[in-house]
């Protein structure tokens, strides 16, 4: 049996990696890269496969999947809320986001139509294999997947938090022999501060920016980190007025037709209800002078109106603007964070405003990732995806120095024996 690392080596963004094995070809998501342009993975010819599975919906580990519907793609298996919210991801790639994509809406409809959906901890037979997808913990729908087939356990942990949030339980399976790992590196070298503490914290300054009049604009992914801070805001019963705007709130109606996902769905009820739902243009710019949290996508300020609010929240000293999410390299996101700067008519601009960060992060830190590396028996290849290159490397030396494991950071396209 081969795995080949199409896409997601020493970075974050456009997983994808393909098992070839006597029995099957399976290919594990198939993601893009969200900078500038968009990066896709390394090709494979839809005829090749026999199966996909797709372990959630964000786009650098489901965006890239259309390309295979252009011709007779294969079947693809995952939870019933990943497809949900993959498609609506997806369809707004292809609406809103301004990129050259080498697909259209017909082939996400033709992809829709070829996947299979399951329940979290279902078992299903694919090709020669026995898949389960566990909950992962990460966003709402989200999966590692066991693959077991062929004499072989594989695990492909996907995006995975083992910690409980506000909106999600945490990863818990057991794990067992295996013989090929497959693990997310993106927090590999730091650990989360207590989430209770983030959230403490967050809510504090909130009302700080709002008492000295501010308004406070939280640019936040659409699927998952969005609910989580109205959840957050809720918990704390927070007083003062809170706004969500964009393809967050279709988010929201998916979820309320999947309760079963959700750690405590009436608190989700609660929270999402408390929220002031904002769709006009008209009620944007007022709500940018009005005293107040507005929690807008797109998180890494890619997309969206929270390229609005952030031009807007920007140029005044008394506001804030919050960045709760990981900030992909190349992302306005990112430039916002490490240098203050932010794009006002056209041009890179210092931000007056106060950016903060708080660590509201959907995935396992150091400690989680060690007790995940923890549960695994046998000795298993690992291989280390989704993280920066330094993250990566230093997560392979870590696990070949504690478990004596063969633990490897992938190159692009490198291929691996199991
Ligand atoms: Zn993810």
């Known amino acids: 049996m081969e795995a080949r690392i199409l896409g997601s080596a020493r970075e974050v963004g456009r997983s994808a990696i393909l098992l070839k094995s006597s029995g099957a070809n399976l290919l594990l998501d198939f993601g893009v890269l969200m900078q500038r342009e ?107 997947i066991l693959l077991e087939g062929g004499g072989k356990r594989i695990l492909y942990t996907g995006d995975v938090n083992d910690e409980d949030t506000q909106l999600l339980r945490g990863a818990d399976y057991e794990i067992g022999e295996l ?81 079963e996902y959700l750690r405590d769905y009436k608190a989700f009820r609660r929270a999402i209800n408390s929220v002031e739902v904002v769709t006009a243009w008209r009620q944007r710019k007022q709500i940018v002078n009005t005293p107040s949290v507005i929690i807008s996508p797109a998180g890494m300020l890619v997309g969206g109106a929270a390229i609005f609010y952030n031009q807007q929240i920007a140029q005044r000293e008394k506001n804030g603007i919050a960045i709760v999410a990981y900030q992909v390299q190349g992302t306005p996101g990112r430039t916002l964070l490490e240098k203050g700067l932010a794009l006002i008519n056209g041009k890179p601009t210092k931000v007056k405003a106060e950016i903060k960060r708080f660590d509201f992060s959907s995935h396992s830190g150091r ?45 692009p396209n490198e291929a691996f024996q199991v």
């Open 179 to 259: 013989d090929l790992l497959i693990t997310e590196s993106t927090y590999a070298t730091e650990d989360h501060p207590p989430r209770s503490e983030v959230e403490k914290s967050f809510v504090e300054y909130a009302k700080e920016v709002i008492e000295r009049g501010g308004t406070l604009f939280v640019p936040a992914f659409s699927v998952g980190r969005a609910q989580e801070i109205a959840c957050t805001l809720s918990s704390h019963r927070f007083p003062y007025p809170t706004y969500m705007d964009g393809m967050a709130l279709k988010t929201n109606e998916i979820l309320f037709r999947h309760p």
């Open 367 to 411: 400690s989680g990732l060690m007790n995940l590396l923890r549960k695994v028996k046998g000795s298993p290849k690992v291989l280390m995806v989704h993280g920066e290159e330094a993250s990566c490397v230093s997560f392979a030396k870590n696990v070949r120095e504690i478990f004596g494991f063969e633990a490897y950071a992938p190159k």
């Open 38 to 144: 968009i990066g896709f993975p390394a090709h494979v010819q839809p005829k090749d496969l026999d199966a996909i599975l797709l372990s959630h919906a964000h786009l650098d580990h489901s965006g890239a999947l259309p390309l295979f519907y252009l011709s007779d793609g294969p079947k693809i298996y995952t939870t019933r809320l990943t497809l949900e919210l993959s498609r609506l991801l997806i369809e707004d790639l292809l609406r809103v986001s301004g990129f050259y994509l080498p697909f259209e809406y017909l082939d996400l409809l033709e992809m829709t139509r070829k996947t299979i959906t399951l329940n979290p901890d279902d078992k299903i037979k694919i090709s020669s294999f026995e898949a389960t997808f566990y909950d992962a913990g990460h966003i709402p729908g989200s999966a590692s």
